[in-house]
């Protein structure tokens, strides 16, 4: 791991912090030998190794004349969030294939945090997080702007879209960040206008449904959106609308390759990888062959961190 992270961390203070946790037996036990539960608890007493403040209330973006639109000369960079419960080589190459078409000019994976409204997604975002770093450091070379980012570990829950932008932007007002999203999230039954964040004036006491505002209206109008086709979740275009995103908001757009190129896809689900490891889950007993099922579909890093740390295991 120390190698694998070498390409986005500081590899000095990660190795320092490593060297310790190596040392803190009394870490490793109370853990019960699980390197990322051990990982998780010297954490919890030392200082994240991107310390950032805390999330405080947003105030809103300035925006460029007219309201859309990437800034001239400005770095641009896409996020693609998600749960990566694991992370698969379709996400890989749809990472690499928004670097590949130029809207950006970098790709933050970001897992995403504890999820409440989610009990099925039980891997630990710690987890999570070590399987993405090791996903991109052996695949992608060093300089291809591909990285993982871990503003959600520290987070008691995952982040809301529009609070995880604000926080971005406030940490790297240089950049311009955009947000990836599948035509999943253009249907009918979806609305981005409707999305909520964390109400950062409520108090206890206060009624529960205070607890999230509205800002999905906020979201479209501050942030910009690359949209990505999912198979099976059209969206209808028109003469008054060609590209059939303005009814969504003003600062959408397609992911398109450069002409003469065809965006390359992947259908590989993290739901059925689970399930194959699932069906494997006697591999300890019978041997790494058992998880033949899932060879090709995850990098090897991935699948032995999978093994070792016995994940998905039914």
């Not at 699980?34 to 919890?44: E, G, I, M, P």
């Not at 008691?156 to 932008?165: R, S």
């Not at 999912?230 to 390759?257: A, C, I, N, S």
Request: hydrophobic fraction near 35%; proline fraction near 8%.
């Amino acid at each position: 791991l120390e190698t694998a992270f070498c390409h986005d961390l500081d590899t000095a203070m990660f190795s320092s912090r490593l060297r310790s946790l190596r040392c803190s037996r009394s870490l490793w036990c109370a853990a019960g030998g699980s390197a990322a539960a051990a990982a998780l608890a010297f954490r919890q007493q030392q200082p994240f190794w991107c310390e950032a403040p805390p999330l405080k209330p947003h105030t809103p973006a300035v925006l460029a004349p007219g309201g859309t639109g990437r800034e001239s000369g400005r770095k641009r960079i896409a996020l693609y969030g998600g749960a990566y419960d694991p992370i698969t080589n379709s996400h890989l190459t749809a990472a690499s294939e928004i670097v590949h078409s130029g809207k950006a000019d970098e790709v933050w994976l970001v897992p995403c945090g504890l999820r409440p409204d989610k009990p099925k997604l039980k891997t630990p975002p710690l987890d999570r997080y070590i399987m993405c770093q090791l996903a991109v450091n052996t695949t992608f070379s060093a300089d291809f702007p591909v990285k993982v980012c871990d503003i959600e570990l520290p987070e008691p829950e995952a982040l809301y879209t529009y609070d995880l932008l604000c926080t971005l932007r406030s940490r790297h007002p240089e950049v311009d960040f955009c947000f990836v999203i599948g035509t999943d999230w253009l249907q009918p039954n979806t609305n981005i206008a409707d999305w909520t964040s964390k109400n950062f004036a409520w108090k206890k006491g206060d009624p529960e449904e205070q607890k999230v505002i509205v800002t999905g209206d906020k979201l479209l109008r501050e942030f910009d959106f690359l949209v990505v086709v999912r198979p099976g979740y059209e969206v209808p275009r028109t003469m008054e609308d060609p590209t059939g995103l303005k009814k969504f908001g003003p600062r959408l757009e397609w992911l398109q390759m450069p002409e003469g190129l065809t965006f390359i896809e992947g259908n590989l689900s993290s739901t059925e990888l689970r399930k194959r490891v699932g069906r494997a889950s006697s591999f300890r007993r019978v041997g790494a062959s058992a998880l033949h099922i899932v060879e090709g579909l995850v990098p090897g890093s991935v699948l032995s961190y999978i093994q070792r740390q016995g994940l998905y295991v039914e």
